[in-house]
């Protein structure tokens, strides 16, 4: 089998963060189909990962453009379509966490592979959470369906880099017993 590059792939950059994981169970959303879904927030100096997101967009606007016809007679320009790269600072203003930043919500009718930084397999739900750091494999396709047209992002596998302060406010167990003296000896005296 030849390898070729799949110009609707990205794998982004280490400084991504999670935000809205639903990675271990899909949750439905407007009572559609349940799905597995994150929010990946990328910084705006990791012109890297943009430029490539940016790039698999038009990939998969031309490789989807009979698709996004359907019955009409010319293909809807690119800037008129629902794309999936959103900017940060003018959708969620009031977000610390989306300052200076773009995001891309990827979702999957699968789970996704979700791996540690030397890629061994991360079995403890507890690892992952919003907040967290790591790479995230996407792709970007074209969608007509009942008159939406656009690009939309699928989330293929996910590699967690680093912790991060969790977002949503949800504080982790190991997190709030940190650093705690142990002075459980003196209620015995």
Not at 134 to 154: E, T, V
């Amino acid at each position: 089998m030849h390898k070729f590059m799949n110009a609707t792939k990205v794998i982004t950059g280490v400084n991504t963060r999670w935000s809205y994981a639903n990675v271990w169970d899909p949750k439905s959303i407007n009572g559609g189909a349940p799905k597995y879904s994150v929010s990946l927030i990328i910084p705006k100096s990791d012109k890297a990962t943009i430029e490539k997101i940016k790039a698999a967009i038009q990939a998969a606007y031309e490789e989807g453009e009979s698709k996004l016809k359907g019955n009409g007679k010319s293909v809807p320009a690119l800037s008129t379509l629902k794309t999936p790269l959103r900017d940060g600072d003018l959708e969620r203003p009031d977000d610390e966490a989306y300052k200076n930043s773009y995001f891309i919500n990827a979702n999957s009718a699968t789970a996704p592979g979700i791996v540690d930084a030397d890629r061994n397999p991360i079995l403890e739900r507890s690892e992952v959470y919003s907040g967290v750091y790591g790479r995230a494999s996407i792709n970007l396709y074209a969608f007509n369906s009942n008159g939406n047209k656009g690009i939309a992002c699928g989330l293929n596998n996910l590699q967690k880099i680093r912790d991060g302060e969790p977002l949503g406010g949800k504080s982790r167990a190991e997190d709030d017993f940190a650093g705690l003296e142990d002075d459980g000896d003196d209620f015995l005296d």
